[in-house]
């Protein structure tokens, strides 16, 4: 024990002579939640729309006018050239064409289902998919309120609607820094535990220190344990710097148990530094080190579903995320932080990442040779 | 230029390019690493990254249970967005279903739904969306609300006619099919050139500063500017080869060819290479040791450019302030020029604008790079 402790103290000396590491450690979170975390939005509002309105009547002005109130839209362009609408369309400058035909108001008076177009440019599919909604659900107003006006008229009598409400509960306005911060928290730990810890050993190869050690009588698990410990703690402080910035800067709220996250943290921390001290052993030069681990952290943490849901990846990618301990990681946060889910909620997740942790140690005593 | 060098340089110069090549054809992994990662990314990323949603998870709390809202619910989970993982039975439920993620989404049919939809023309449904997720929160409930206004729709249609006065049609440009792909190809080619020729470099260079070996060729007959241009030569032709081998892949894996003029694309991205290589100089001559060339790399590089190249997060729907922030970002232009020819198949006269941009921030990064390695060398 007393072995373990003077490696430790050894360890933190060296990193923190350093003096780009330790300005580093703090350095990096702060850059990454002042400027990061308001930037990664899927939010989308003024959708930038052009009108061609070829029939201008007091109905297509009417569905004009009904688009320009609506926070979604802003018509940058109206113009009666589909040819010029379309350029526009090419070089970026509008998002959506609406094209309103002529005889548009004729066809709603004879009843004759009014025809307009809309165009999107869809080469961002999820923005084409939300633009269309917004659209489509202005103009399935837009019809309703025509068909009351009609029947009226008529007076058929009330037809049957079904009314929709709903709510977006722990996020009640879809902010979507609430999403996104413990995402980059996830990044920030996991980059820390790979890359400081693995060059670190591979480091110690490279300029020979490492034989040092090997030929003094401390025993393998006591020198994978003194790699460990003290990236674990530096991992938990910048998790813990990181929450203090997200609460100073964005107010994130933290329905959960703080200690229930940072047992979790632990746990994920020593599967991080399991699996960097065993790449450690497989590479001789920090290059070839960091390499392999540029590799893994983004596929890590790009599958992890960082910013897209991991549950509408295909199967095989689920799969593989059941190795993955990001992708744990990133789940568990933001259940804990934004939902207030408790222990029994994430057993399931424990359970897993404990076997990865496990294997990832066990692994790297294992690998670790005390001979050249 | 050529006939302001002397033939004994020329040939030093190449012998020191070869020596370059060497040094990295010597070490497989460094070359599976090379070529590997972008292969491999492009793959994964291309197909397990999706934006769109499948097959959410929801759950029915039914407190009519009528023939309608069996309908609905048929309706909603025979849809390919949605699977029914469970129905409930009481509200307190809702919070624990969510709290286990087992669900994206609640939707509770109101008491007698049916009865009132016809008797009183009018009944309630309400969706409860799991918003720690706003993006699948957002179109779990428009996909949900769109549902069920169609199924509205078919219901009045067989009493009376004229009640859909206007029928929208919709036509999706570029990709008809809504893939992403189209987002995530090109930009998984900005990101990948960025990391190999930037992180390459000044890890190359630094790595001859770290072990003191720049010295030794400092002291050599070879000109500084030879070094360096010696250094970046071999990644410039290896990242053309890993742009071809990106767009084979992308043609055959995915079906998306290069629309445009692949001779344009490929000078532009020429462009491109020289400015990440210039970065990566830059970067050289700011770190002392590799570890911190591959903090700047990654803290300067990676993020931002996915972040601001607009690839995942639509730039022109971050905060104003963003927008210009990613003004000066390299990659915003470059993945704009990228799907402009492989996408759109436009040709220069729509992106001379971010091709001068692009050439004037190549040329002040090796500007700066060279001015910086200069005074090192005093």
């Excluded at chain 2, 104003?320 to 003004?327: E, V």
Aim: charge should be positive; glycine fraction near 6%; hydrophobic fraction near 50%.
């Amino acid at each position: 024990m007393r072995t373990i402790l003077y490696l430790v103290r050894k360890e933190f000396t060296q990193i923190f002579r350093n003096r780009f590491i330790s300005r580093a450690i703090f350095g990096i979170p702060l850059v990454q939640m002042i400027i990061l975390v308001p930037a990664v939005t899927f939010e989308i509002d003024n959708i930038k729309l052009c009108v061609i309105d070829k029939d201008m009547t007091s109905e297509s002005r009417d569905l004009v006018s009904r688009l320009q109130g609506s926070e979604f839209f802003l018509i940058s362009h109206t113009t009666f050239s589909e040819q010029e609408a379309d350029d526009l369309l090419h070089k970026n400058r509008c998002d959506l064409i609406l094209n309103i035909p002529r005889g548009f108001s004729n066809d709603i008076m004879t009843e004759n289902r009014a025809k307009v177009m809309v165009i999107a440019n869809a080469i961002n599919a999820s923005s084409a998919q939300l633009s269309w909604a917004y659209i489509s659900g202005v103009l399935r107003d837009f019809n309703a309120d025509l068909v009351m006006d009609n029947l009226s008229v008529k007076s058929i009598g009330t037809l049957p609607t079904i009314k929709i409400t709903n709510r977006f509960w722990y996020n009640p306005t879809l902010n979507y820094k609430y999403y996104m911060l413990p995402g980059i928290l996830v990044i920030l730990v996991t980059a820390i535990g790979l890359l400081l810890a693995g060059l670190n050993v591979v480091k110690e190869k490279e300029m020979g220190t490492i034989e040092q050690l090997n030929v003094t009588p401390i025993r393998k698990y006591q020198f994978i344990i003194a790699k460990l410990v003290p990236f674990l703690v530096i991992g938990l402080v910048d998790l813990a710097f990181g929450l203090l910035l997200g609460k100073i800067l964005f107010d994130i709220p933290f329905a959960g148990s703080l200690g229930l996250l940072f047992f979790f943290a632990v746990l994920y921390l020593i599967a991080v530094l399991g699996l960097a001290l065993f790449l450690s052993t497989l590479s001789s030069t920090q290059q070839q080190y960091l390499f392999v681990v540029f590799f893994i952290l983004l596929i890590f943490i790009l599958m992890s579903g960082i910013f897209t849901p991991a549950e509408s990846m295909p199967l095989w990618a689920q799969k593989f995320n059941l190795v993955n301990p990001a992708a744990y990681f990133m789940r568990v946060i933001r259940m804990i932080m934004l939902k207030g889910s408790g222990f029994i909620d994430i057993l399931p997740d424990i359970r897993g990442l404990a076997i990865i942790a496990l294997t990832t140690v066990s692994l790297a005593i294992w690998r670790y040779r005390k001979r050249v | 230029m050529p006939g302001l060098i002397k033939p004994t340089d020329m040939k030093r110069f190449l012998g020191f390019v070869k020596k370059e090549f060497i040094h990295i054809f010597r070490d497989l992994r460094t070359l599976i690493i090379l070529f590997g990662i972008p292969a491999a990314q492009i793959i994964i990323f291309g197909y397990a990254v999706r934006t769109d949603i499948k097959n959410a998870s929801i759950a029915v709390y039914d407190l009519s249970g009528d023939e309608v809202t069996r309908d609905l619910t048929d309706r909603l989970s025979s849809s390919e967005f949605f699977i029914l993982r469970e129905m409930i039975d009481s509200y307190d439920k809702v919070d624990e279903i969510f709290k286990s993620s087992k669900v994206k989404a609640v939707i509770i049919f109101d008491e007698e739904f049916g009865r009132r939809l016809i008797s009183e023309g009018s009944a309630s449904v309400e969706i409860i969306a799991d918003g720690s997720e706003p993006n699948v929160a957002n179109m779990v409930t428009n996909y949900t609300r769109a549902i069920i206004a169609e199924y509205n729709q078919d219901l009045n249609k067989s009493p009376g006619e004229g009640l859909i006065l206007i029928e929208p049609e919709v036509r999706m440009y570029y990709n008809p099919n809504l893939e992403s792909q189209f987002m995530f190809v090109p930009g998984i080619i900005t990101i990948v050139l960025m990391l190999i020729c930037a992180l390459m470099t000044s890890i190359t260079i630094t790595r001859e500063k770290e072990f003191g070996t720049m010295e030794v060729l400092l002291v050599s007959p070879l000109k500084p500017i030879h070094i360096i241009l010696g250094k970046v030569t071999p990644y410039f032709f290896l990242s053309l080869v890993d742009l071809i081998i990106i767009l084979l892949l992308s043609w055959l894996v995915f079906g998306l060819p290069v629309k445009g003029s692949l001779l344009l694309l490929m000078l532009i991205t020429m462009l491109y290479i020289l400015l990440a290589l210039s970065l990566g100089i830059l970067i050289s001559t700011i770190s002392k040791t590799m570890q911190q060339a591959m903090f700047i790399s990654l803290a300067g590089l990676m993020l931002p450019i996915i972040i601001f190249s607009g690839f995942i997060f639509p730039i022109e729907y971050m905060p104003p302030i963003y927008n210009w922030i990613s003004t000066v970002i390299p990659a915003r232009w470059f993945v704009t020029i990228i799907k402009n020819i492989m996408v759109k198949g436009t040709g220069i006269t729509y992106i001379w604008k971010e091709t001068l941009i692009l050439s004037g921030m190549t040329i002040l990064f090796i500007v700066v790079s060279a001015k910086r390695f200069r005074i090192r060398l005093q």
